[in-house]
C-alpha cells in the first residue's frame, strides 16, 4: 500500500487517497472520506510537520505556533519510484479571517534520476523524511480501522468468544 493523499477537513474529516498493487503489475487506486476520529498520533505526526513548513518555505520560526498542517499529497516517480511530497498547511493571520494556505515546494526523498547528482534544494531533510513515514504509519493504521475509539470488544473477549465456541459452549 502506498499513500498518494491525506488530508483533515475543517470538519475533522479525514479524507484520504491510496493505491494498492494489483495482480497486472500496476495500482488500484482507493479514496474515501471519514468523519471517525483518527489516533491521537495521527494528529501528532500531523502537527510534527509543521517545523517542515517553516524550514522549506523559510518562515521565520516565531511563525511555527500559527502553523496547522492539513495535509500531505505524496507522489512516485523515477526508475526506483521515488517518494516525493507536498505539505499542505494554514496559518493563523491577525488582521484577516481566513488563514492563510500554505504549500511547501514539492521535495523527494531522493533524486528521480540515480544519476544525477544529490541537490539539496530538491531534495527532503532526514528528519522530515522521519516525520513523513511516521504519517504514512498512521494512515496505514487508520485504513485498516484502527481508530481514537478503540475496539468496542478487547481481543483477550474476542479470544474467549473463540475459544467457548470452539469447546462448544454457548453463553
Known sequence: MRIRKVKVTKE??????????????????FTFVCSDEPRQEFFTALAVLAEHVIEMCELPAAYLEKIKVRGVSFSFGGENDTMGATISASMVLINSHPDLNINTPHKAVEM????TPEDDMQLLSGECIEALSELITECEAYIKGERAQGSLFPV???????DSTAIGIVN
Open 12 to 29: 475533522k474529516r479525514i479524507s484520504m487517497a491510496y493505491e494498492v498493487p494489483n495482480k497486472k503489475g500496476s495500482w488500484d487506486e
Open 112 to 115: 528521480y534520476n540515480p544519476e
Open 156 to 162: 483477550e473477549e474476542q479470544i474467549a468468544e473463540v
